[in-house]
């Protein structure tokens, strides 16, 4: 017989991730369908990797409800997954009157949303603060609540945790069709077909096109914005400590400064609409307008120091807020559509949010005896080879020779870390997927010395040939025939 799942969550980003790990602990069959062949395969994987703070959404949205809610919850979370998170804080940076009368709206708005901790700073500890501000700058907005996290680790580290938990993944499953079969959703991607009785469509910037296909009559229509970035060498990661942002204007929060939790530092984005939904091109023009944003916060930003660039497109809807309800045309099925900035930081509220509505819809959440609410089976994950203490490094070669060889020189990974990649649940099968789970060809070099060892130690470990190793997805061949 044909199995029936419980719920079916159509997209594997920070919103579909997070609600399978919520939805684990449930006496549930989930299932996730995901178009992209890894999780984080579109905006989760290319954003700010900021944890906002709240201050920017408008009183009374679910928007800003959420946001507040979940940049609370993040710092716990991310150690229960084990994912790096920063409690950097940030600074909304004024350059005059003009801009500290925006500063004080931002305030209001803050507290009136229940943002904690906020303050307007003068110029002087502003700048005794981050010394390496324009001194142009007068005041800021001081968010003490905000932080950083790796967007395309904390989506990883929820879907293994949902797929230790049972929940079935399915990729390259590119959802075209969806019939209703009396109570049954049946979701088709060409001749596949996934029955459920009750679906959650959180497919990012195709989400209002998901929605389509079970109410032609869908209203929001999303607007695809892209933003583009530059990542600055780790030489350049302390040039600031908080995440620096300029006065936000309608089209975002504008051009941020702001380190990584890898030690990077980041700057973007600009925010572009583009026709193409899936457009993450980078183009001359709009870097330059982002180094032009950077130099204005940070004069002393080594621009010459961008190791690689990259964009990704935000799903702006044209209500401006989060639209979290079931489909007019189908009471089983619940859509997450216009999940944009802030949802990385909202994304364990509202995945929580989604389960209260999957609740009034008929769900019956039933807690698991056996549910593991960490990353791995056994608790919390190894840590990455290059933050062993020497000692610790030295007792680990030993065990597991792997270890002692190191493959990116860059980023100190070895052999041992690209295994346990590749072994992982929902483990590396291509050499982008090594690159996500292990920062392997993330360094100076771009993967220029380690890319073909990557290669080999994929095929060897999945018993393919090295002319089957893709870099990202179908299409994307890394050999195309041999030499001798």
Known sequence: MEKIYDIAIIGAGVTGAML????????????????????????????SAIVHAGFDAACGTLKAKLNVRGCAELPV?????????????????????????????????????????????????????????????????YAPTAGII?????????????CINGCEFYFDYKVDKIERDG??????????????????????VHSDEIARLIDPEFPIKLIPRRGEYMVLDKAEGKTVSATIFMVPSKAGKGILVSPTVDGNLLVGPNAH????????????????????????????????????????????????????LPSAAAGNFLNLVGIESPGLASSPAVAEYAIEQLAKMGVTLKVRDDYNP??????????????????????????????????????????????????????????????????????????GFCSPRVVEILANELGVSPMDIKKRDCGSDILCDKTK
């Open 183 to 204: 109570d049954i959703l049946n979701i088709c991607a060409g001749d596949k077909t996934i029955r459920a009785r009750y679906a959650a469509n959180c497919a990012g």
């Open 150 to 162: 790796c967007p395309y680790d904390l989506t990883m580290a929820a879907a293994e945790n949902a």
């Open 77 to 141: 979370l991310a150690k229960q997954l084990d994912v790096p998170y920063k409690n950097n804080t940030s600074l909304v940076v004024a350059y005059g009157e003009e801009d500290e009368k925006m500063l004080e709206v931002l305030l209001e708005r803050g507290r009136k949303n229940g943002v904690p901790k906020l303050e307007i700073i003068d110029s002087a500890r502003l700048h005794e603060m981050e010394p390496s501000l324009s001194p142009e700058a007068t005041a800021a907005l």
């Open 273 to 324: 609409e583009v026709g193409f939904k899936d457009d993450t091109s980078t183009e001359a023009m709009g870097l330059e307008e982002i180094s032009q944003g950077a130099r204005r916060l940070v004069p002393s930003a080594n621009l010459r120091a961008v190791i690689t660039s990259f964009a990704g497109v935000r799903p702006t809807p044209d209500t401006d807020d989060f639209h979290i």
């Open 20 to 47: 399978a790990h919520k939805l684990a602990k449930y006496k549930l069959d989930v299932a996730v369908l995901e178009a992209g062949c890894d999780v984080a395969s579109g905006a989760s994987r290319a954003n």
């Open 374 to 447: 960490f990353r791995t089976e056994k608790g919390h994950m190894r840590k990455p080879f290059r933050e062993l203490s020497n000692e610790e490094k030295a007792e680990l070669c030993k065990k597991e020779p792997a270890y002692a060889k190191i493959i990116c020189r860059c980023e100190t990974i070895t052999e041992g870390d690209i295994l346990a990649a590749i072994r992982r649940p929902l483990g590396a099968k291509t050499v982008d997927m090594v690159k996500m789970r292990t920062r392997a060809g993330m360094g100076r070099c771009q993967g």
